[in-house]
């Protein structure tokens, strides 16, 4: 009820003093040769300097008094547009920007945006266009956003190669990952060294690290909201490009005369298909792939309608025939319906589908034995946005999601031999409402206030366990379908300030209270598919997180440069750690196998961008500190987390040489990760056992790498356009530690060593992209 | 590079027949992977005390006592001498065992029975450790047999017939001509529970014979554990060194010994069954 009181009084608020002789400006801002709507396209009212920027779907609204004005529409990348327009009543007008690809005398010009990161009231987010990664160095021919995305200050790669990632000091299962609205709950293929996103298929890529937005919620540390493209409107149009180990295939084109368009995208790695040609026996009979398919369809159904349908399907193997299987994967589906009840109110309803899971299967005597895993989500979601009038934003809505949990099950062809095993599947609601306002308080003041509340309910049927010191059994109660099991819910306060020092420079505060219902299980140190995720219990709480972070933010030379440098301190609380040697797998009584605990992450992050002309790039610096402190572990002493980094330097440029060849090049360097190693050693039956005296206690060495890549543009017309991207990981050969073991001297048994291995040094690769 | 275990199936508890899981993940990165022998800096540590003691119904009961040295000195760890070890029974009758080498306590006579629970305990260097264990019911194999799979590689099957409606865990070892090959890592000495194979015979095969040869005398044991031992040998996996950095999160096994003391005081029974390889 609290809630509903809040949501009207929010509403009413900023709306009532709307002036007689005020007129709204809205409409679509798209891409010129595809029709693909711009997300976060910006717009402004050059006589009043009133503006802001379009929403996920490329709407704006703009509310000024009547008058003449010239209003400018510009995007990064794209030729800004001046269209004049004299305002006397309610206008709609769609614009379309065209892509700057025209060089003159050999310069790239990208259009600039009058609504910068100085401007706006966000803090710590990134947005991307995948265009602008295309020519950055890649590991194995494939380019992957995340990996670009963790070369950002506050931002860090789980392990080398890989594409999981850390955001300012929280875990992994910490990051929401949305794609077109899915969570997607692996994104990740072969033991993570490649994202599950098909840069092909994606449009647009933003990374919040700092204060979400109220309209997010669930996890503790970042979002990182990707939307797909839409396809082209205009004309049909193939591309595709095959690289080291993996090929794609991407067609998108107008559906029903122009009302529509769809978008099909396709990878797969071939690896697997080259080991066919092996002469070694084991490798032919080994199967280890992926593949990717990305679809899209989206239809306008009126003027105040718009349907878009998305799906995601993806799947990893690994198989050695007959002997042995094990696959993963996610599916995401999501069908969205955009309303304009007016010029002024845009309401988003999405109904998605997500889920992941992984089956494994192996020969045992004559019995083919299972064993499965997965999660399942429905969600409903519905997203208002009120454009009240110049200066004023409102954004409410709310969300409801479904999880099934099927934590594991195992079994047997045959029950000779194996009882079948199920654990209990899990069943919960996790519910949110939220309201925001963005409001211009003054030329100088911007705030974005709002309020989420979020809740999260289990339901039976299913049995809850209480357990005694030992981690056994004490007691069990068993609840019937429907019956609540436990209830939790909580505030989650959102606010972003942006003062505006002059036109170019402003400093910016937020907080946010982040709440997360669900937790990833896994007590591997490296990422792996044998994810499992758990609901709250009376056991297991609710984690929570609350940041504050402040920043100045510059651009330099008539916004040619940006830079910011912001602060933050998150603490965290209800993490969830493991005992040793926790079961996790098919373990009916994994709570019993958990520790709790808080942690808290500190830091700044520098960064300086260049945005436009032949050289482009950015400089990252993050200076930070992430600890965790769990009373089970070294007895409540605080330790670093794992990714604790101290320093951590990333540097990109890309160099346009001429219109046929463009070099770039990264540099990361960092401290090591912190690690547990051993400080004693023992004897059990003969053999070497490490004593370990605390976590994460010791250091990996010091990392660093170049990579280098050129790219050869080969015919740029019209119609067809084709380029090479030549790429060199590791460029001089730095034998960076991929981690260090330790084991006894074979020629001196009596002595250990520790051994590191190195996974990268000089690694080339090509790929040939191509479009029609 | 090629041997290491992403998945510990063994955490499954499962019975290893089912659990081939070949290490293929890194196949595809191996050619671009090396190896270095480095120098890394190593706090150092007080020493720990480590009891190791065995109730068996087959072999005298012992209790080996010594200390934790620093991890990069040599693996010779000091004996812990002069130590008052005793072992009791369920009908209080109490065994001392006498130091026959320096760290090395024995009880000749002690042979543990099932069902009895054993308390041992050992006072030394001022401070007492105890530690309980309860030996179960012997599971016996019922026969061993030899196969060769797909590709012509020799298997050990070994059955046994698990009984219903009991929490059974075993360690399953085997040596030829007398020897362990793999110690105890998993190749030929593994620990597992009756999780998913309650009641039901189990058909458990050793694959890693490349070295067998014909008239090799194979030899394997079925120890009948409890939860304690199990558990301490399940979590031993996170401290045998070679994954501290990759795989799960290390840290040292779960002792049934009190007073913070490593090792283990376990009470089982053994039966064993021989095989000739043809």
């Known amino acids: 009820m609290k809630m509903y009181l809040l949501l009207t009084a929010l509403l009413f608020f900023p709306g009532i003093t709307r002036a007689q002789s005020t007129f709204t400006v809205s409409g679509h801002i798209r891409d010129a040769a595809t029709g693909e709507e711009l997300v976060a396209a910006s717009f402004y009212a050059v006589e009043v300097k009133k503006g802001g920027i379009a929403n996920d779907y490329g709407f704006y609204s703009l509310t000024i008094p009547s008058g003449t004005y010239t209003m400018r529409y510009s995007y990064v990348g794209y030729k800004t547009k001046e269209v004049k327009l004299t305002v006397k009543k309610n206008i709609k007008l769609d614009v379309e920007l065209s892509e700057e690809t025209i060089v003159m005398e050999g310069i790239v010009v990208k259009g600039e945006t009058e609504e910068s990161t100085v401007t706006s009231t966000e803090m710590g987010t990134t947005q991307m266009n995948p265009k602008e990664a295309e020519t950055m160095p890649i590991l194995f021919g494939e380019q992957d956003i995340v990996k670009t995305f963790q070369l950002m200050p506050g931002v860090h790669e789980a392990s080398e190669g890989n594409s999981g990632f850390f955001v300012r000091g929280g875990d992994a299962d910490q990051n929401l990952v949305l794609l077109d609205e899915a969570p997607v709950y692996n994104p990740s293929h072969l033991m993570g060294f490649f994202s599950v996103f098909n840069s092909d298929a994606l449009k647009d890529v933003k990374m919040i690290k700092g204060a979400l937005p109220a309209e997010y919620g669930g996890r503790l540390s970042s979002v990182l909201d990707i939307k797909m493209k839409e396809g082209n409107s205009k004309n049909i149009s193939a591309s595709g490009g095959i690289g080291l180990i993996a090929s794609r295939l991407t067609l998108e084109g107008p559906l029903a005369g122009g009302k529509g368009s769809f978008i099909l995208s396709g990878r797969r790695t071939y690896a697997d298909l080259l080991w066919k040609l092996s002469s070694k026996e084991n490798l032919r009979r080994t199967q280890l792939y992926f593949y990717d398919l990305n679809m899209k369809a989206n239809y306008l159904l009126g003027d105040n309608d718009h349907l878009f349908v998305s799906g995601y399907f993806g799947r990893d193997v690994l198989s050695e025939r007959d002997q042995f299987g094990f696959n993963w994967g996610n599916i995401t589906g999501t069908v969205r319906w955009n309303h304009l009840f007016n010029d002024r109110l845009f309401l988003n309803s999405s109904l998605i589908l997500s889920t992941f899971d992984y089956q494994i299967s192996a020969q045992s005597s004559g019995s083919m034995i299972d064993i499965t895993s997965a999660i399942k989500d429905i969600n409903l979601k519905e997203d208002f946005e009120y454009y009240i009038r110049s200066g004023h934003t409102m954004k409410f809505g709310f969300n409801v999601i479904r999880h099934r949990f099927l934590p594991g099950e195992f079994s047997a062809s045959s029950t000779s031999e194996y009882n079948n095993l199920k654990l209990e599947e899990k069943h919960a609601y996790e519910t949110a409402a939220y309201a925001s306002h963005e409001y211009d308080v003054n030329d100088r003041l911007k705030v974005n206030y709002g309020l989420r509340c979020s809740m999260f309910t289990v339901l039976g049927p299913g049995t809850v366990f209480t357990y005694d010191e030992y981690g056994d059994v004490f007691d069990s109660r068993k609840y019937s379908r429907g019956k609540v099991i436990k209830n939790y819910w909580g505030p989650e306060p959102r606010l972003a300030a942006n003062y505006m020092i002059d036109q170019s420079q402003s400093v910016k505060l937020s907080y946010s209270r982040n709440m997360q219902y669900i937790h990833l299980l896994s007590n591997f140190t490296s990422s792996t598919p044998l994810d499992i995720w758990h609901p709250s219990t009376s056991i297991i709480k609710p984690g929570t997180a609350d940041q504050v972070s402040a920043g100045w933010f510059r651009n330099l030379a008539g916004n040619k440069y940006e830079m910011s440098v912001e602060a933050y301190y998150k603490d965290m609380k209800k993490l969830v750690d493991y005992k040793t040697g926790a079961e996790i797998i098919l373990n009916e009584h994994v709570e019993a196998e958990l520790v709790f605990g808080k942690g808290r992450a500190y830091g700044t992050e520098y960064f300086l961008k260049k945005k436009t002309g032949k050289f482009t790039g950015w400089l990252g610096y993050t200076l930070a500190r992430t600890e965790r402190k769990f009373p089970a572990i070294d007895n409540g002493k605080p330790f670093p987390a794992r990714h604790d980094r101290t320093h951590d330097v990333a540097g990109v440029g890309t160099y346009v040489l001429n219109d046929k060849w463009t070099i770039s090049a990264s540099w990361v360097f960092h401290t090591g990760d912190a690690v547990t190693f051993p400080s004693g050693k023992y004897i059990i039956e003969d053999n070497t056992v490490s004593l370990y005296t605390e976590r994460n206690g010791y250091r990996m060495p010091t990392y660093q790498r170049l990579d280098l890549g050129l790219t050869y543009t080969k015919k740029k017309t019209k119609r067809y356009e084709s380029s090479w991207n030549f790429s060199l990981y590791n460029a001089y050969g730095r034998k960076n530690a991929f981690f260090i073991y330790f084991r006894d001297n074979e020629k001196h048994p009596e002595y250990t060593e520790a051994v590191k291995v190195t996974l990268f040094t000089f690694f080339p690769s090509v790929t040939y992209n191509f479009k029609y | ?278």
């Open chain 2, 1 to 278: 590079m090629k041997n290491r275990t992403i998945i510990p199936m063994c955490m499954t508890g499962l019975p290893k027949g089912i659990m081939i899981v070949p290490v293929l993940f890194l196949v595809l990165f191996a050619c671009s992977c090396s190896e270095d022998v480095i120098k890394v800096k190593l706090k150092n540590t007080k020493p720990r005390i480590v009891i190791e003691g065995t109730v068996t119904d087959r072999d005298p009961a012992m209790v080996r006592i010594s200390k934790t040295v620093d991890f990069f000195k040599p693996t010779t760890l000091p004996a812990v001498s002069g130590a008052l070890v005793t072992i009791s029974d369920s009908e209080s009758n109490v065994y001392t065992l006498k130091e026959i080498v320096s760290g090395i306590y024995i009880a000749e006579k002690l042979r543990g029975i099932e069902g009895q629970t054993y308390t041992m305990n050992v006072f030394a260097e001022g401070v007492e450790y105890t530690a309980v264990s309860t030996m179960q019911h012997a599971v016996v194999i019922d026969s061993l047999s030899q196969d060769y799979d797909e590709e012509d590689e020799l298997e050990i099957h070994c059955y046994l017939t698990d009984p219903e409606g009991i929490d059974n865990f075993y360690r399953i070892r085997l040596f030829r001509n007398g020897t362990a090959p793999g110690g105890i890592t998993p190749d030929s000495n593994y620990w597992f529970s009756d999780k998913v194979t309650d009641g039901k015979k189990i058909d458990y095969y050793f694959f890693d014979t490349e070295d067998f040869e014909i008239d090799d005398v194979i030899t394997v044991e079925l120890l009948t554990i409890d939860e304690g031992i199990y558990d301490f040998f399940m979590t031993l996996d996170s401290a045998l060194g070679d994954n501290s950095s990759f795989g799960t999160l290390p840290g040292n096994p779960i002792s049934n010994i009190s007073n913070g003391a490593l090792g283990y005081f376990g009470a089982f029974t053994i039966r064993s069954a021989e095989l000739t390889v043809k």
